[in-house]
Structure formats: C-alpha cells, structure tokens
C-alpha cells in the first residue's frame, strides 16, 4: 500500500513524539488524528502485549465533553442504555443510536460529575449529532472536545507499572471505574478499561503539557518491566470479540444485530431518541448478529473490505475483520450472520480477498 501523505487535517497527537522515537511503523486515522497500528510486527506486537505492558497512544478515542445542568438529560438521550444507577466515577460502554435505533458510535461514556461527562469516541464525527440535538431541543448544556487525550496501559504487567507512577491506591480501581490521581502535581481520571483483554488502565492526560512527561514516565518506570510502546492489536481485540465501529458495525445495524443487546435496557431508558425505533426491532429480535467466525486454512489476507459469507450459492453474511492468530493457530475473524446460520458449528465459506475459504461460525469469541 502507497503511504499516506502527512497533513493538518490528519491530526497528531500529544504523545506522537514518543510514538515516533519509539519507531512506530503504521498507523491509521481515527477521528481524522493518527493512531498507531504497529511498531515491530502485528505478531510480534500481540505476543508481547499479552506478556508483558505496553503504552498506546490512543488519544484518537476523542472526548465529546457535556456540561451543564443538561448534561445527563442530553446523554439518556443519546444511548439505549439505562443511565439512572451510573454514579460519578463509573465508566459505561454505551451504544449511540439515531432515530431509527442505527449506531452512530460505541463510546464508553465517563460521568465525572452530574453535569459533567465525557463521552470516549469510536471512529465517527459524533459531536456533529450530539450538538444538533442539544441546540434542536433547547438543551442547557455546552459541547467541546477538550484537550484530553487518553493513554492507556495494557497487558498483565499494567497493574504494577501504573503503581509505579501513581500510586499502590490506584491498585484498587475497579473494572471500568476511574480515580482521580496524581502526576507532577496534575489530577489526572485513571480508568480500569482499554481496548485490550489483557487488563490495564486508561489515563485521561488533560491538557497538552503533561503529555510527553507522561509517555516518558511510563517508560522510565517500566524498563525492567519489558515496557513498550504498543497498540490495540488487531489480533488480539479480534480474538477477545472487540467491536471496531466502521469495521464491524455502521449506522445500518442496531445494536441487537451488533450483540451489544446487554448494554441497552430500552423499556427504562426514558428520552432515548431511537427509543421506539428499538422497542419495535427488539420485539422481534434481530434476523442478523454478530458472530466469531474460524477461517481454516493458512493465514487470511489483511481484511480491509467485507468478505461475503455463502453457503450454496447464496449470501448469509459477511466477515468484517479477520486475522490469523498465533495462540489459536486459526484465523479468528469477526463478523455479521444471519439467523438461518448463526448457529454454533455451522459450516459456511468466506470469499476473501485471496479466494475462497472453508469456515466454522462460533457462538462466543476465543478470549
Ligand atoms: N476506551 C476509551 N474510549 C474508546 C475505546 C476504549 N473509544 C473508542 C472505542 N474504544 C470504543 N469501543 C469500545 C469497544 C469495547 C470496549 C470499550 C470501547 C470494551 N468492551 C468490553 C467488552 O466488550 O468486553 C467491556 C464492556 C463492559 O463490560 O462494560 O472495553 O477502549 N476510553
């Protein structure tokens, strides 16, 4: 693939110096900034983010900030997921839905006060629709993207290295909860969650100063730790079932067809825009989901367009993202089903960019 030109629109980040000197070598674009995709190998990559920890530069996952006496009312309207029970310091992972209970995003929504949030963006330019319905009804609530870039430690070495910068205390943040710590004198939101299986934290940087001095306390701390600079592993999140918006689901799915029915509690959540629109789809459940597919045979090219699933001639579905796993010895793959072949064990083929495949559709993922 020819490179892509570097340019203002594709944005750099706080830690990009880091992610450079540490020798990054790809990256894609995600919220029009850049996120790295590998540093030695994808392989190589994978094996050492499950052995040991690593630092990923993932200020990509933009913060949509809400604030103001409105903030919670604007945000119950934005996702299916109930949001009463979510006390200040919880982390939700929340499906956004349009008005015909589409996806808009995935993003893991930060409450850091009643009228103060953080919505933790997937790849689409959400705060376009949330400031059109915060200004269409009249909302008393202000929307910026803050300059908060998250940093997220991950692999099973994470707790310690963390301990290391900010504290044992911080040992004791529970999954998908945050605390406010201590670094050179800044409180930063230090999150049990990222984009991984392998556990770690995210850090919320606020403010770009802090950035760099961060990075490379991080590294410093770590080095007997075997610390590197990484990212999420397109193996790894495959393995473990992590959705990739604009990969594994568009604004054409509801998040029933996505598997993310467990994030939604549609009857209660009052105000919810694609309210009714889901409460019809889930009467009758989805005729599509997403599944883990297995991909026989030698390692799949890389996945960068939907690869049609038949059986007989006819279309059943499609994979979406795909690659060979190391641990599993297969090519694990994700993708969307429909009903008349969701079943576990059922045989299908997959017409991938290098030909067609044998493949076995799983019930759960790998992880
Ligand atoms: N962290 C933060 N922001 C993000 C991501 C993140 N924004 C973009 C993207 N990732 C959003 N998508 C996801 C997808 C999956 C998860 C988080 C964000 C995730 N899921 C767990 C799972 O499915 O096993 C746990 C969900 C739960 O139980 O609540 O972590 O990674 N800040």
Redesign the pocket.
């Known amino acids: 693939m020819a490179n892509i030109s570097p340019s203002r629109r594709i944005r750099r980040t706080m830690f990009s110096e880091g992610v450079e000197a540490a020798g990054v070598s790809a990256y894609t674009v995600y919220n029009h900034m850049l996120l790295p995709t590998v540093f030695k190998s994808v392989q190589e990559d994978y094996h050492h983010l499950k052995e040991a920890v690593q630092v990923w530069d993932?200020a990509c996952?933009r913060q949509v900030e809400l604030r103001g006496p409105d903030a919670a009312k604007l945000m119950q309207m934005l996702t299916p997921r109930d949001l009463r029970g979510m006390l200040p310091g919880r982390?939700?992972?929340v499906p956004i839905v349009d008005e015909t209970g589409g996806m808009l995003n995935?993003?893991?929504a930060?409450k850091l006060a009643e009228d103060r949030w953080w919505i933790?963006?997937?790849?689409s330019d959400l705060m376009l629709w949330v400031k059109g319905i915060a200004n269409g009804y009249r909302l008393d609530v202000l929307i910026d993207e803050p300059d908060v870039s998250?940093l997220?430690v991950q692999g099973p070495k994470a707790d310690e290295l963390v301990a290391r910068v900010f504290g044992d205390s911080v040992r004791d943040v529970r999954?998908?909860r945050f605390g406010m710590f201590d670094f050179e004198g800044r409180s930063m939101a230090v999150?049990r969650?990222?984009?991984s299986?392998q556990g770690g934290f995210?850090i919320y940087v606020d403010g770009t100063d802090k950035g760099m001095p961060l990075w490379n306390a991080l590294m410093e701390a770590g080095r007997d730790l075997d610390v590197r600079a990484g990212c999420p592993n397109g193996i790894e999140r495959v393995e473990?079932?992590?959705?990739s918006?604009g990969n594994d689901m568009t604004d054409d799915n509801t998040p029933h067809e996505c598997g993310l029915g467990r994030?939604c509690d549609t009857q209660t959540a009052i105000g919810c825009i694609g309210r009714d629109a889901l409460l019809r789809v889930a009467k009758e459940g989805p005729t599509k989901q997403v599944r883990a597919i297995d991909i026989q045979g030698a390692p799949v090219p890389g996945c960068d367009r939907a690869w049609d699933i038949e059986v007989g001639g006819k279309r059943v579905g499609q994979v979406t993202s795909a690659a060979y796993s190391p641990d599993f010895k297969t090519n694990v793959a994700i993708g969307m089903v429909r009903m008349t072949h969701w079943d576990d064990g059922t045989q299908v083929r997959v017409h991938t960019t290098d030909g067609v495949r044998d493949a076995v559709v799983r019930e759960s993922f790998w992880a």
């Open positions: 993932v996952e982390c939700f992972y995935d993003p893991v930060v933790s963006i997937a790849d998250p997220a999954f998908f999150a969650s990222g984009y299986k995210e473990g079932g992590l959705l918006y994030f």
